[in-house]
Structure formats: C-alpha cells, structure tokens
C-alpha cells in the first residue's frame, strides 16, 4: 500500500483539479457507524422496542404513529447531522485539497463536509441533506431548515415518542413533513439542488476546456448502490481524458476497468488511515 499511497499523493500534489465523489464508506471512516457500539449508545431502547438493529433498518421501521416516527428520526438526524464529527477524516482531507481546484459530489446527507469547512459553493448533495425537511406529498418544490425543530424533538422525547404539538406539517398544505432524502418519487429538488448540480456541471465542463491541466478523479468510500451518480461517471470522464487520474480508496472495494488501469490508484484500505498518512 505503501507505494500507492506516494502515488496518490503524487497524483494530489501535481493536479490542476481535483473532482472528488463521496460515499457512505467516507463517513463510516470518519466514525459515523450506523450499527454496533454507536447504535447501542443511543437507540438501545428502540432496539428492545421494535427489534431492528442498525440506524437504517430502523429509518424504514412501519411506526403506528407520528409521534414515534419522529422520536426514531429526530434523534437519527440530531446524532448523525448536528453532532460533531468523531474523527478527523474530513479535516484531513479538507487539508489536502483546500488550497486545490476542487469540487465535491456526494450521496452523503450529513454536513460532514461542510463541518470541516469546504467551501458550500463547491459542494454538490445530490441525495438531499438530514438539515432540511420538505412537504411529503410534496406540494411545493421548496426545503426548510430544521434545526430548531429537531433539537426540540430530540430534547423532549418520552416513551421513544415525541409531543403531538411538535409534529412538523407543511406551512402551504399542512400535511407532514418529510425528510429532504431521495427515497422515492417525492423527493424534493429545491432552488439550491438546482444551483449546485449546475456548478458541478460547470466545473466539469470548463476543466475539460483545460486541454493541458491534469485531473483527479478522487473516489471515496463510495459503494456499488447507486453507481451511475459517482462511479461510473468517474470511470468514464477518466477513459475520455488521457490527462485524467482516478483515485479509489474503499476499503473492500477499491476497483477500477481495466481500460484506465493504467491511470488509476485503488487503495483497498481504511479511507482515515490513507488520509493520516498523506498528510504526515
């Protein structure tokens, strides 16, 4: 691994921009596990409850009743949005590419980048973000902030139930609300959705333009769910630009085709410990 990773470093060092694609693998390094130690520390009474096992299942979970729902999801958002990062893994990488011409797209929906301070004009989330809520049916294209709500959720929980009275509803329609999470047909693309996909797009076109630059493609912890978002892509501009790097670090699942192998950096190890070593 050794040498991969004074390649990558290499690969940082010389790029003119740098395209980085985060998945879920990026914030379990970081320490935001959805299962195990963490898991048992703050849902164990939902556990002997209903009987799920991990923050996920426990999204899906059939609850009879509002004020239960938003008991599990309050706390699910408050723990993985507005809690501080357990490690340094998005500072690091933060470090390496800051004074970068960079962009990130991301399925993540947990702030963490903006936590540890890269620039919101070159972040794009395309799968929605924990901080916001959106009318469920959904009547308007339009997201709301909910911090306020999900720190009173949180606080004032009883029974694994919230208060009646601290139900969201929509202020056009009154009907719930939901998550901003693309989950099905409802999801909501609001006014910044459409701002950040066209400055990603903008990003990727006018470096193309760049004809003499050099750009990494720099994959994360980014899973075989929804490919056609990062990977995919990813290997494709790659293939199409002979100045172009692609950099995976996944651990478990650090591949790449073998039409740009030859161009490529797969790192099959923890994404926080390739991270330290790069900016020792």
């Not at 938003?70 to 690091?92: E, L, Q």
């Not at 999801?187 to 333009?209: C, H, I, M, P, T």
């Not at 494709?236 to 670090?249: E, G, R, S, V, W």
């Amino acid at each position: 691994m050794g040498n991969q990773i004074e390649n990558l470093k290499a690969a940082i060092s010389d790029a003119t921009s740098i395209i980085i694609g985060a998945g879920a693998g990026l914030s379990t390094s970081a320490g935001f596990t959805y299962s195990g130690e963490r898991f048992e520390k703050y849902f164990s009474d939902f556990r002997e409850r209903y009987g799920f096992n991990d923050m996920y299942t426990g999204g899906f979970y059939p609850y009879e009743t509002l004020e239960e729902h938003w008991a599990y999801w309050s706390r699910n958002i408050f723990v993985n949005r507005y809690m501080d990062i357990p490690k340094k893994v998005y500072s690091n990488l933060f470090s390496l590419v800051k004074d970068k011409d960079y962009f990130v797209i991301t399925t993540n929906v947990d702030h963490c980048f903006q936590k540890a301070l890269f620039d919101k004009k070159r972040l794009f989330y395309t799968q929605g973000d924990y901080g916001l809520f959106q009318c469920s049916a959904p009547c308007h294209e339009k997201t709301y902030d909910n911090a306020e709500q999900i720190r009173a959720m949180y606080d004032n929980q009883s029974n694994m139930k919230i208060p009646t009275e601290l139900i969201p509803h929509c202020p056009v329609c009154g009907k719930p609300m939901s998550m901003n999470l693309r989950s099905d047909n409802t999801f909501v693309q609001d006014e910044g959705w459409y701002e950040a996909a066209k400055r990603y797009e903008n990003f990727l076109s006018s470096r193309k333009a760049a004809d003499d630059g050099k750009v990494l493609f720099l994959e994360l912890g980014v899973g075989g769910n929804t490919p056609v978002i990062i990977k995919y892509p990813f290997y494709q501009m790659t293939a199409k630009n002979p100045n172009a790097t692609y950099a995976c670090l996944n651990l478990g699942e650090a591949v790449c085709p073998k039409e740009i192998k030859d161009r490529s950096i797969c790192i099959n190890a923890d994404i926080g410990k390739v991270l330290e070593e790069l900016v020792k």
